[in-house]
C-alpha cells in the first residue's frame, strides 16, 4: 500500500465562503490538494466526511485530512462533534479545529505569557473571557496551573466560564470576576502578573491608567487586532514591547507565533490519521517551536 | 505544442456541494488541477465547458477532462447531454459520467458475477432493476448475452425497464418481473444463477429464506450499502463470501472493484480529448484490471 | 525568508460560479495553487484580500496575487477598487483585473490594428465604443496618439466616452460620433484606416456594402464572437484575412493574443507584489510578444 499519496485537506468552512487566509497557510504547511467547501453545516457536513474516510486504504488515510473553520467558533465546535459522531473505527481521518483563529490566537496568547512568567501559580485576569477566544485563554491557562481570574461585565456570565472550565480542568485554579466599571476593573487587576485582553473588535476593556496603577503586572496581551484596542496604550505591532516595565503585546505581536502554531498543526494533521487538534492539541505544539 | 500540459479535470456535480468522494478519487488517480463546480445544471453548463474547450490547443485539449457528477443520476445525464451538445468538430474534451457512483457501481457489480458465472445466457434476475443501478445492471448483462430477469414491485416499471434496454442492446434476452410479495420473488428467482439487488438504502428486497430455498444460486450481490440490506443475510463486506454454497457480495465488497474502474476511468480521460466515458465504456476497462 | 513559496492566485470572480476559462489560462500560466471563489462582491472582497495579504511575509507576498474576473465588467472594477483600499504600505499583492476578458481582448485589438497601421496619427474609428471593451479600445487608442472617432447610436453617449478618455489621457485627440444608421456609419467611416467593432453578440453594426465603399481603410477587426458579427463579411476565425485590400480580424482571429496577453499578465503577477494590472498595463505587454 503507497505510504506517498498526496497531502489532502478537506477546508469546512461554517461562512458561505471558506476562508482564503486558512487556505494558504494550509499550502504553506505543505498540503498539496485543497478541497475547499464554504456553507458547512453539522446537518451536511456527514457526506463530505464520507468522501475522506472511504476513498483511500487505512494505511493511507494520513494522508487525508480536515480543517473545521469560519467564523462561528460555536458552529465549527458543532460541525467537529458531528465529525466525530461520523468516524468509525479505523476509518477516520485526522482533523484541526480552528475557527475565526480563535485556538491557535489563544495559544499564542499563553505562549507569550509562558515566556515572561511561571504559569503555575500565577494571578492572570482574563477580560472578555466569555467569548470563544477568552474561554480558550482560560482553559489553557487553567491546565497549565495558572490563578485565572475570568472577567465579563456581568458576574454570572464571568461565572458560568468558571464553571465550564473547572468541568474540563480538574483542580482548575479559578474565580469570577464582574468588570463592568473601570473601578471593578482595576479591583480585578490588583496583584495580577499577565491581563490578556479577548474583546471584541473596538471595545476598549482596561484603560492606560487603570493599567499604569497595577502593581505587580508584568505581561499584558491585546488580542484586539482592530483599533481601538482592548488594553489602550498596548499597539497591535507589539511583541514583548516593554512599556512601564511591562511587557505588551498587540494582536499582530501574538501573530508570529500563531501563523506557526496554525503551520506546524496543519504538518501534524499528516502524520497520523486519528488526531483531534483542538486548543490544548494546538497549545502543546508551541512547547517544540 | 506542448504535449505536457498540466492534468486538469474539471468536476461538474448536479449538487450545492461538489462531491469530495470524487474528488479524492480523481486526484490519487492523477489529476494534477482539479476545478470544482457544485449547483450544476443542463441550463449553466454551456460556459464551464466552453472555458474546458477554448483555452488549449487541439493538441492539448487531451489534458483536460470533463467529470459530471451528484447524488441525482437524471440530471448528471441531462448534463452530459448538454455537454455533447456543446462541443464541435475537434473542441471537445473527454468526459466521464459517475453521478451517485451508478455507472462504476453497476459495472463493478457486474465484474463480479462475472467471476463465478459466464454471463452469456446465464439466467440473472435484477432486484430493483427500475433505479439507476439497476437499468445499468440489466443493460450491462443483457450486452454480455445474459438473460435478464428485471424485476420491479410493478409489472409496468419493470417491463418499461425491458423495453428501454432492448431498444440500446440489439438482441437483448429480457422478461419482466412483478415481485411485490416474498412469493412473487421466490417465483422469479427460481433458476437464476445470478442474483442482483440494486435498491434503495434500508429496502429488504430478498428474505433469507427466499435466498435460501433458490436452486441453482451461485451469487448474490447487494449493492445496498445501509443496513438493512437488500438481500437479507449478505453482509456489506462480503466479497465472495461463501454462504451456503452461494458466492455473496456486499456493497463494500464490490467497493475494491468500482474504485479501480473509477480511477482506471479518470485515468483514460487524459489519452485522448474525444472520449465520453458512460456504464458501457466503464465495463469495458474492467477487463484489464 | 523563503523566496520559494508556491504560487497562489485567488480568483475572485463577480458571477455565481468562477470562470473555468479564467481558471485554466492562470494553471498554463504557471498558477500552483488557484483559490477560487464566485459570486464576490465590492461588500465582501475585504476579508478574501486580507487573507492573501496577512498570511505571507513581506518578502513572500510576490508569491500570492489576485485575479479579478466575471461577466460584469463594472462589477469587476468596482471590486478592484475594493481591493486598493484594504491594501496598505507594503501588505499588498499584485492584481489582474480582466472581467469578461475585456482587457485583454481590447490589448489584443489594438496591437492587431498596430501590426498594419503606425496608430500615431491614424484615424480610427471605434464602433460601439461606449461599452466595456470599446471604452478600453478607445483608451489604449488614444495613448498610441491615435485619433479616435468613439462612436454611439447615441451622440451624447459617445460624447461621454470622448470625455472619460479625456480625462484619463491628456492630450488625447478624440471626436464623438453617432452611428444610428447606415448613412451616419459610412460618413463616420471615411477617412479612417481602422475600424474596430466592439458591440453586442448578434448586432450588426456596419454593412458589407458601407465596409467596401470606405475609401482608405487597411484593418477591419470584428471582435463579437457569435453571429451575426459586428462587421458583416468578416469572419470570426479571420487574422490578417485580406478581402478587398483590408486586413480582417475575427474574434477569434484576435484570440491568440488575447491568450498571449492573459498568461503574460498572470506570469507577470508573481514578479513582484505591487503590480496592478489593467487596460494599459496588459497592452505594454503585448511588446514583448
Known sequence: ???????????????AQPSVFDGVVAIDAGVEHLLRHGGITAANVRERVHGAIFTRGPAEL?????FVGGSDVAAGEAVLAEIRKTFFGPLRVSVLLDPNG??????????AAAKHVALADAQVLVLAATGP???????????QGAVVRAASRSASRAQAVCDAVARQVPGAKLS???????????????????VIAAGAAGVELLSEHSRLAADGLKVAIDLNAVPPGGLAGVDVLD????RQGVACYGAIGVGATKMKLHKSAIARLFETNDRILDAEEIFELGAAL
Open 133 to 143: 477566544v477568552g474561554q480558550r485563554v482560560a482553559r489553557l491557562l487553567a491546565r
Open 1 to 15: 500500500m503507497s505510504m506517498n499519496k498526496p497531502k489532502i485537506l478537506l477546508q469546512l468552512d461554517t461562512d
Open 176 to 194: 469570577a470576576h464582574a468588570c463592568a466599571s473601570a473601578s471593578e476593573t482595576e479591583a480585578s487587576l490588583q496583584g495580577a502578573e499577565v
Open 239 to 242: 511583541r514583548a514591547k516593554d
Open 62 to 66: 494520513r494522508s487525508t485530512a480536515i
Open 102 to 111: 480563535a485556538n491557535t490566537t489563544a495559544a499564542a496568547a499563553v505562549w
